[in-house]
């Protein structure tokens, strides 16, 4: 009798101890984030429908730069230009998925995704980006793409533009002339009648921000301009200008029909201020909140115009400058409407998060003026956040969950799709990526805290990305995949990293359920109750 007492009691003390696995406090980076009320695990499950995907852009693993008809991008200006891409990396051949679309769509199939986010590659489709020609070779490449995507039972999320303009627009001013605009929204309405039966969400823009300053400020990205002041502004504004076209567009000719969805994918930083006793540092750090995200999240989820501290602060500063007007545009009366409301989601690319104090002696009018000093914002990255591959990447799991807040709170609580997030490494073939599992793992568990706790309307997760691949100006010497790839082979074989099976296994979970987290204490304890009940139970 007592015997069956006790294994009653320890298999009771079994279920107990899976149910209260969140009574044990997880931190997954507990040398810097382990404030218990912030940075502790958190388990659970995703809403029913959560969907979870993984992205790629054209320019990064497409190859074929010069193939079937395709006309030159920028981002083939820019790469085939010395001194641009670290070691002279191109994205000439890249993943060669242009060739290679099966094993991407392969992988994905071991992955278990049900979605996958690609981009469209404009020249591949329109080679001088304009609609008089049309190259069928780039029309049947992804209807190829995406009919074998749907076979594999994976629907596509499509990006319109992830940076690669066609060379020949930008020739023309790219987006600093606004023609660009007709040019867009003739592009989009061609792709949402080749595709758009097939095509459940698109995404007009990847990273505005992206393109507005570091193509055209910074010079750090294709196409490459160092014109910081008044041309980013010009930029942002045709881009935003485009958005709306092809949202009516779509609205308008398309929807009834095709009945998919469409919005914009907007990157930020999570800015904390730096000093949360200090008014002028928290107004400070909602600043650049609002010049990084604001300046496109404001006019399309808001009112269809620019945030009001950026229309203030530029147009003063102009006046100082001697300007008779303010460098940053106005959109016109019909602008706005025809812009306000013209996403049926946010899409959010995250990756990490600044603080942000006040530059309270701003450099005087001497200085030419930017994007960055208009902001009269200091930003920074703490040295003893975890670092990565890349130096503007560091993991700040919290971040994550307070720029969804801040989303939420900011833009009425608008549907959020994560459309972008990981971490890079240098030791790129490394298949044993640890540092890429604990990053997933405690950004997930923040996302998962944004639904659970805040009510954040969180419909869906991208990792970053499917497999290596061009990064940018980095080249191949960062990595942000699941997939390794040896870019001196011709096969290219995808490889699964363990990171791979890691997010497999989420998304087989659908989150985490506390009983399928490994914990070495958990486990060991579960076992040890284990063996002693079937010791009891043979006696
Ligand atoms: C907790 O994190 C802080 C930094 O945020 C660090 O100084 C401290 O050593 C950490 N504590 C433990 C037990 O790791
Ligand atoms: C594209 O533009 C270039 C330069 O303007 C021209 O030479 C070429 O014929 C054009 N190609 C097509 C297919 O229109």
Redesign the pocket.
């Known amino acids: 009798m007592t015997f069956l007492i006790i294994y009653y009691m320890l298999f009771c003390l079994m279920f107990f101890e899976d149910i209260s696995a969140d009574e044990y406090p997880k931190f997954i980076y ?5 404030d218990s009320k912030r940075d502790a695990f958190h388990y659970g499950t995703f809403p029913e429908d959560f969907i979870w995907s993984t992205a790629t852009a054209s320019y990064q693993i497409e190859g074929a730069w010069n193939e079937d008809g395709k006309g030159p991008s920028i981002w083939d200006t820019y790469s085939h230009e010395p001194g641009n891409i670290d070691n002279g990396y191109t994205g000439d051949v890249a993943c060669d998925s242009y060739h290679k679309y099966q094993d991407d769509i392969d992988s994905m199939k071991a992955l278990g995704l049900k979605y996958y986010r690609f981009s469209l590659s404009w020249p591949r489709i329109l080679p001088n980006g304009t609609i008089d020609h049309i190259n069928q070779p780039g029309i049947d490449y992804y209807n190829n793409l995406i009919n074998a995507l749907r076979d594999a039972g994976i629907s596509p999320m499509v990006t319109l533009y992830h940076w690669d303009l066609p060379q020949a627009l930008q020739d023309q001013g790219g987006w600093k002339n606004d023609e660009i605009i007709g040019h867009y929204k003739d592009y989009a309405r061609l792709c949402f009648e080749e595709f758009g039966d097939r095509v459940g969400f698109w995404i007009t823009f990847n990273e505005p921000w992206v393109t507005t300053i570091l193509g055209h400020e910074f010079a750090s990205m294709a196409p490459g301009i160092r014109e910081p002041g008044t041309t980013p502004y010009i930029v942002a504004h045709n881009i935003l200008r485009s958005h709306a076209e092809a949202y009516h567009v779509y609205d308008y000719s398309f929807r009834s029909k095709q009945k998919g969805k469409i919005g914009i994918t907007l990157n930020s930083d999570y800015y904390q201020a730096a000093d949360m006793n200090d008014p002028d540092t928290i107004e400070a750090a909602e600043r650049a909140q609002q010049f990084v995200m604001g300046w496109f999240g404001h006019p399309v989820y808001k009112n269809g115009d620019y945030p009001e501290v950026m229309k203030e602060t530029i147009a003063r500063k102009s006046t100082q400058e001697g300007l008779s007007e303010s460098r940053l545009p106005e959109f016109t009366e019909n602008e706005k409407s025809f812009l306000a409301k013209t996403a049926d989601f946010f899409g959010l690319n995250c990756y990490t998060t600044s603080y942000a104090r006040s530059i309270r002696n701003p450099a005087g009018p001497l200085i030419p003026p930017s994007w960055s000093t208009d902001q009269d914002v200091f930003s920074w990255k703490s040295q ?1 956040w975890p670092t990565s591959g890349s130096d503007w990447l560091r993991p700040v799991p919290w971040g994550v969950r307070r720029l969804l807040n801040w989303i939420k709170n900011e833009y009425d609580d608008p549907v959020i799709y994560i459309t972008e997030n990981g971490i890079s490494t240098i030791d790129t073939a490394n298949l044993h990526d640890q540092i890429r599992i604990d990053y997933y793992s405690a950004y997930l568990s923040e996302v998962l805290k944004a639904i659970d706790i805040d009510e954040v309307n969180v419909k869906g997760y991208t990792a970053w990305s499917l497999m290596d691949n061009f990064e940018w100006s980095r080249g191949y010497t960062e990595r942000f995949g699941l997939h390794y790839i040896d870019f001196d082979s011709t096969e290219k074989t995808r490889i699964p990293k363990d990171s791979a099976a890691f997010y497999a296994q989420v998304i087989a979970d659908n989150g985490f359920p506390a009983s399928s987290v490994q914990s070495g204490f958990n486990a060991g304890f579960r076992t040890i109750l284990l063996a002693i009940c079937i010791v009891f139970a043979i006696i």
């Open positions: 507990p040398d810097v984030f382990n003893n």
